[in-house]
């Protein structure tokens, strides 16, 4: 049975940093690709970061680059979230999800339908 936990949510300042984390297990992530999801009470669940192993590549939608940054340990089976410079609106739930599809050929920017495993989520919260 996959697993993912994901955990290092907190509150911190705006233009603070997080990191967070997605643990495994029952899997390889040379297998699948992991997507990195938020979503807001109220408010439609949005891809943020994507990284297959598949084909050594990670990607961001706009409203990340340049502040988030998705690497992974496929020894530890874990992939990790690097968030600097923190807006308010970064403020959600984070997620993090499997698929077997190669990053770029997924909806990791969307509403995440081809993703699975989902786990628990880690609160983040940006104060003004």
């Known amino acids: 049975e996959i697993r993912l936990v994901e955990s290092g949510g907190g509150l911190v300042q705006s233009g603070g940093s997080l990191r967070l984390f997605c643990a495994g297990s029952g899997l390889t992530f040379r297998d699948y690709a992991i997507g990195w999801f938020r979503q807001v009470p109220g408010k439609a669940r949005e891809g943020v970061l994507c990284i297959s192993s598949g084909d050594s590549s990670t990607h961001y939608v706009d409203s990340v680059k340049g502040r988030f940054t998705i690497s992974s340990d496929d020894a530890k089976v874990t992939v990790y979230l690097q968030m600097n410079n923190l807006k308010p609106e970064d403020t959600a739930v984070y997620y993090c999800?499997?698929?077997?599809?190669?990053?770029?050929?997924?909806?990791?920017?969307?509403?995440?339908?081809?993703?699975?495993?989902w786990g628990q989520g880690t609160q983040v919260n940006v104060s003004s």
């Open positions: 999800a499997t698929t077997p599809l190669l990053c770029r050929y997924s909806d990791y920017g969307s509403s995440g339908s081809d993703f699975s495993n």
